[in-house]
């Protein structure tokens, strides 16, 4: 049984440029959306949950990964679900430890990163899949925080995540001896062009602020808003009252927040978006998007404070007049 999402994309890995495996495996999808009738505003994950999906089927799509994939040129694991990974009725615990042996035995691998919602984690949870990991390996438990910003985070986005509960959270991953990787956002609905900069910069500001308040490793984990069909998000789209993020903003994301920590700003759209992603013109829509990955691999700016083009100045230009 196949994920329903899985790439190869590069990734640094304390300090050393490398290769991560990212999959979303197919589950029974998040509990917190199915309770509120569609949960975070941006997120298409329901799309596809499969409420028929056992333990043993997620464990085949982990094995499929394992077998289709080349490994040898992958040193992280992002086992990612469409959901928590920490929801027992979404994954169970000897589903989660059955997943972690089976990662424990792929020598090379030298980081795992897993995510899940703040109401499911304990200490003792992330600890015992650190147990079936073994020494050699980093743990990393993710989470999205999506903003610093109460507002943007629990009104506009709707998390139903507070500031106490995600510093709660890292005092856990703390204490259970993990790293931690934080989600934010660019570009919620309702902001403007600048002000998503702005807020992604200061939400990268805080994590590591947080981070260290509490002593632990982090990285922040940018994901570029792009539009999910059956979300909030989509409706604001068609009926033009959300315009898709210029790819040159993420340049000036990465530019501000990432003398703040180690930064990863995620391109994948998992086959959700239909092509409503960042962009920003054809002559130089990909050369941005290889200097980014370029500097998710060496955490290096030279290459995005380097690129340029001729739309930049027209961007700039109505990001000045507040018309984007
Ligand atoms: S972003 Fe995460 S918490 Fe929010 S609805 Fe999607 S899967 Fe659930
Ligand atoms: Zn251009």
């Not at 994954?91 to 089976?102: N, Q, W």
């Not at 984990?221 to 059956?230: I, K, L, T």
Request: proline share 2%; hydrophobic share 40%; aromatic share 8%.
């Amino acid at each position: 049984m196949k994920p329903a999402f899985y790439k190869i994309s590069p990734v640094n890995i304390e300090g050393r440029g490398s290769n991560r495996l990212m999959v979303v495996l197919r589950t029974k999808g998040c509990e917190y959306a199915k309770k509120t009738g569609g949960g975070c505003t941006v997120c298409g994950f329901l799309n596809h949950a499969d409420q028929s999906i056992t333990s043993e089927d997620i464990i085949a799509q982990v094995d499929f990964v394992l077998q289709n994939c080349d490994l040898s040129i992958v040193e992280e694991l992002d086992i990612l679900t469409l959901g928590s990974f920490f929801n027992d009725s979404e994954v169970e615990p000897r589903t989660r430890l059955a997943i972690m042996e089976r990662l424990a035995k792929i020598k090379h691998v030298r980081r795992v990163s897993v995510e899940s919602r703040a109401e499911y984690v304990t200490v003792e949870k992330i600890k015992e899949i650190k147990q079936a990991l073994g020494p050699d390996k980093i743990l990393e438990f993710g989470i999205g925080l999506e903003s610093a910003n109460d507002y943007l985070r629990n009104t506009v986005i709707k998390k139903g995540l507070t500031k106490k509960s995600f510093e709660n959270t890292v005092a856990k991953v703390k204490e259970a001896g993990a790293n931690l990787l934080t989600y934010l956002l660019v570009k919620p609905p309702h902001v403007s062009e600048r002000e998503a900069i702005d807020d992604a910069v200061q939400s990268a500001a805080y994590v590591f602020q947080a981070a260290k308040k509490y002593g632990v490793s982090a990285r922040a984990a940018f994901e570029p808003v792009f539009v999910c069909e059956n979300t909030y998000l989509e409706t604001l789209y068609l009926n033009s009252k959300y315009r898709l993020l210029n790819l040159w903003s993420v340049v000036e994301v990465i530019k501000n927040a990432h003398q703040y920590g180690c930064i990863f700003v995620g391109l994948s759209d998992e086959d959700l978006s239909l092509e409503r992603m960042p962009y920003s013109c054809s002559q130089c829509n990909k050369q941005i998007v290889s200097e980014i990955e370029n500097f998710n691999r060496t955490q290096d700016i030279t290459g995005i404070t380097g690129l340029d083009c001729q739309c930049k100045a027209a961007y700039l230009e109505k990001m000045a007049n507040g018309d984007i």
